[in-house]
């Protein structure tokens, strides 16, 4: 039996005033998998994170239609958006450094979320930035402000405090642009740790990325999900469709 | 041998040309920036001259005497307190509230625009015609009379929408990534707004306060027709010898009286009264100031 799938997308279209971002794209994702999402500039993959936490919501010209569920409960009509984001982490391509000390930045989402226990919260503080391999250099700085890290170590620090809430979903959108080769690689390792408690969704320009994290892959382009498919697949001589091949040789782009 | 090597730092006619392009606009700058300030300079200098004989804490603290030419300027200083004071106090709280809401919450649709555009035509009104507004709505209309009340409440009404405006240009200035992050772990509108959007733009917030305060205590017409008086002697160093539904004096209109409908003025009266408004002017921004820096340093930012 196939258990029911984390999250379910159906026939989501997303326009920005005219211009179409996504096209009917449907897709399910499992439990605790990681699924990579590849596909050139203005393919939709940054669109299709936006819509999953609703934070397109207050994009003024964004047009959704379509039905995403996870749990099998859509969230386009859940009247409480705040507890659905908690459920997700959320990762944006440049770090960014709240203006908080680094210890404020990883506790605020708990602390919006209603912990005030003192005790709690430092152990929250503690595990979110080991497991997004920050607490080392920082462990004895906490009270200084976020901001002043460099840009690959707040770039750890939003990764810290996108798992600061206990996500179940945990969405990166080319976390790694900003973060040197090393650092990548142990966070690619946290990730292979995190996914035995949570589902992932890695929007990755890196091929390379994809192939060694991913247990499916999907190929936006144009808005469009022209495939989604094992990872293996994706990446060999012959994915189904043309257009696939052509991305992931570098034959255009 | 070695043949000389060619020096590559040397100027070459662009290089020479861009320098001089660098020289000229420096240069420019740098008189602009003087012509603002030696005016400012000389007048104040001129201003404190003129008055020095005049200044004196007992100048402070008496009323005016023998029809205005002599004594001191203590209910038209008091007053100016109480105006500004009220008027802020209704002004601040609602244009930065109002700001907020048009900021960070309002969709934009078309009511919101035309609240945008009655801001902004408003912030453009003259103060006569705001005089006439409260006279004809604060003092006969809800018939609070000519007294502090209405004259700080037109007071209000014009320094609003500027506090509006600029609050809303402080708000946007807080970077629009800080309230995705916010919004990204489930933080709900009200809750980025107070941790995250206010902390960052309240340096801004209060220096467009700041600055409506210099332009309410400096205004003479919307306070003329609704509550300031040409002369009025009140209890001497009494900090509450006005009541609210009072009349009072003010600093500019006693400025403006002295100087133009009071014959026989010793000369060094009206310049003393000016030194005094630009004072009281500097020492409510300098408070304001001090509330800035201790708000930054709370906010390690």
């Known amino acids: ?253 | 041998m070695n043949a000389p090597t060619p020096n590559i730092f040397a100027a070459t006619p662009l290089a020479r040309k861009k320098q001089r392009r660098e020289q000229l606009a420096r240069a420019v700058f740098f008189t602009m920036a003087l012509l603002l300030v030696v005016p400012l300079v000389l007048i104040v200098t001129y201003l404190v001259v003129q008055a020095w004989p005049v200044l004196s804490w007992e100048f402070l603290t008496t009323n005016p005497k023998r029809g205005m030419r002599a004594g001191g300027i203590w209910s038209a200083l008091l007053g100016t307190f109480y105006l500004v004071g009220f008027s802020l106090l209704v002004a601040a709280p609602i244009g930065i509230l109002a700001a907020v809401y048009l900021n960070e919450y309002a969709k934009d649709n078309w009511f919101t625009r035309i609240v945008n555009l009655a801001v902004i035509n408003l912030a453009a009104v003259p103060s006569i015609v705001h005089a006439l507004f409260g006279l004809g709505a604060f003092v006969i209309f809800f018939g609070l009379g000519k007294s502090i009340l209405a004259a700080s409440l037109t007071l209000a009404i014009m320094t609003m929408p500027v506090i509006i405006a600029s609050t809303k240009e402080a708000l946007a200035a807080v970077p629009q990534s800080f309230r995705e992050a916010c919004w990204n772990v489930g933080a709900t509108r009200w809750q980025t707004i107070r941790h995250v959007v206010l902390p960052n733009s309240i340096s801004g917030i209060l220096t467009g306060v700041i600055l409506q305060v210099s332009r309410a205590a400096g205004e003479t017409a919307p306070i003329m027709f609704t509550g300031a008086v040409f002369f009025k002697a009140i209890e001497e160093g009494n900090l509450f010898a006005y009541g609210l539904r009072d009349q009072c004096m003010a600093l500019s209109m006693h400025l403006f009286t002295i100087s133009t409908q009071v014959p026989d003025v010793p000369h060094g009266l009206p310049f003393a009264t000016a030194v005094v408004l630009l004072g009281t002017v500097l020492f409510i921004n300098a408070l304001a100031i001090i509330l800035r820096v201790w708000l930054r340093s709370r906010k390690k930012w």
């Not at chain 1, 996914?195 to 060694?212: D, G």
């Not at chain 1, 936006?220 to 022209?226: I, Q, R, S």
């Open chain 1, 1 to 253: 039996m196939i258990p029911a799938p984390h999250i379910e997308i159906e026939g989501l279209t997303v326009h920005y005033g005219a211009k179409p971002a996504l096209r009917g794209v449907s897709f399910t994702v499992q439990r605790n998998e990681i699924l990579a999402i590849i596909g050139p500039a203005q393919s939709g993959k940054t669109t299709l994170l936006r819509c999953l936490n609703r934070t397109l919501d207050h994009e003024r010209h964004a047009r959704v239609t379509g039905v995403i569920k996870v749990d099998n409960e859509d969230i386009r009509r859940t009247n409480n958006v705040y507890d659905l984001r908690r459920r997700i982490g959320m990762v944006a391509p440049l770090p960014v450094g709240l203006p908080l000390t680094i210890y404020d930045n990883v506790a605020f989402a708990p602390r919006m979320a209603g912990i005030t226990d003192r005790a709690e919260l430092e152990q929250r503080v503690e595990r979110c930035l080991r497991q997004a391999a920050l607490w080392d250099e920082v462990k004895d700085r906490l009270h200084t402000l976020g901001t002043k890290l460099s840009g690959g170590q707040q770039q750890r620090l939003t990764i810290a405090r996108a798992l600061s809430h206990d996500p179940e979903i945990l969405c990166l959108d080319e976390f790694s642009i900003a973060i040197d080769p090393v650092t990548t690689m142990r966070i690619e390792d946290v990730l292979k740790e995190l996914r035995a408690r949570m589902t992932i969704l890695l929007v990755t320009n890196l091929v390379q990325q994809a192939r060694r994290l991913a247990d499916r892959t999907a190929f936006l382009f144009n808005g469009e999900l022209v495939e989604l498919d094992a990872t293996e697949k994706i990446f060999s001589e012959t994915p189904r469709d043309r257009r696939t091949y052509d991305y992931t040789h570098g034959v255009f782009g």
